[in-house]
């Protein structure tokens, strides 16, 4: 199982950002997917779950999960970005324990 986080980088205020998640070694359609944040010094918080169907659930008013089955992608839109949505974002498979090597998100002017 690996999973591959990429789109992080350096945001202005308000900015967006789309984080994907590129998944192999398993059979992705069928499996529920989950990202989590981690910021300096906090505990790793749940942010958004994504079923195998694609709908999804958003713990936080700025993100929205979604996913490809085709392209065994699972993203994170992120919108209206504050300096303490800082954080490395990390994608998730729970029911497989495998984690993503995670990807930072820095937001500042």
């Known amino acids: 199982v690996q999973l591959v986080e990429s789109g992080g980088g350096l945001v202005q205020p308000g900015g967006s950002l789309r984080l994907s998640c590129a998944a192999s070694?398993?059979?992705?359609?069928?499996?529920?997917l989950r990202w989590y944040r981690q910021a300096p010094g906090k505990e790793r918080e749940l942010v958004a779950t994504?079923?195998?169907?694609g709908d999804s659930t958003n713990y936080a008013d700025f993100v929205k999960g979604s996913r490809d089955n085709a392209k065994n992608t699972v993203y994170l839109q992120m919108n209206s970005l504050k300096p303490e949505d800082t954080a490395v974002y990390y994608c998730?498979?729970?029911?497989?324990?495998?984690w993503g090597q995670g990807t930072l998100v820095t937001v500042s002017s």
């Open positions: 070694g398993f059979t992705f359609s069928r499996y529920n």
């Open positions: 994504v079923t195998s169907t």
């Open positions: 998730n498979v729970p029911t497989l324990n495998a």
